[in-house]
């Protein structure tokens, strides 16, 4: 999956290339790179107002090669896909100056749609879920069944390309419209390499 770049220095250029055009949401993203209609895209936004870096999953709708004599720039426009709904709403309270107290992220948290299943540290009773975003530091499970912040799971996946899926410790931190947020947690050095070397796989793919 192609990675686009939206880097602004100001909020100000952020709105002008931030469309409404699409139901939730776009952008145009400089790129020279010539990319098909209904491409899938990861676009990495930030602006000063943002804590952290932003990877949002999105469709390319049209790319334009550049006009040099009419200072035309080459790029694409791209309209964001439903499930970062709150990932746009939250980009745009920033742009309003809410969320104040956001917290920093170590590591921006790459949008996808992993099957996985997980389990109370405490229980052998295992559920299927799925992760909408990942990183090495956590990610969003979203799930029907009723969790606590603090409880402790242990969520098995599986990397991209591998055979056999491996368990992360990890704990509820927040809720979401959607399901939870978590944090991993490494008992070793084993399960960074492993969940580092799937992000970048992921990223790849």
Known sequence: MRVLKARF?????????????????????????ALEVDEAVVVELHFPELPNKMLLSAKVVSWRAAVPRLRVRAGAQVAF???QKSKVGF????VAGQWEGAV???H???PVEIEVQWKLASTADSNAAS??????GGGQLVTEATLE?????VVDMTVPGGSHPFSIASKVTYRTPNG???RFIYRDGGGSRRLREMVRRLVKS
């Open 9 to 33: 220095r100001t909020k100000e250029d952020f709105l002008e290339a931030y469309s409404e055009d699409h139901p939730h949401g776009g952008i145009f993203c400089a790129t020279t790179e």
């Open 81 to 83: 896909d439903e499930a």
């Open 91 to 94: 980009v745009l309270e920033r």
């Open 104 to 106: 920093k992220r170590k």
């Open 108 to 110: 921006a948290r790459l």
């Open 131 to 136: 992760l909408r975003e990942i990183s090495i």
């Open 149 to 153: 912040i603090g409880d402790d799971l």
């Open 180 to 182: 939870y947020g978590l």
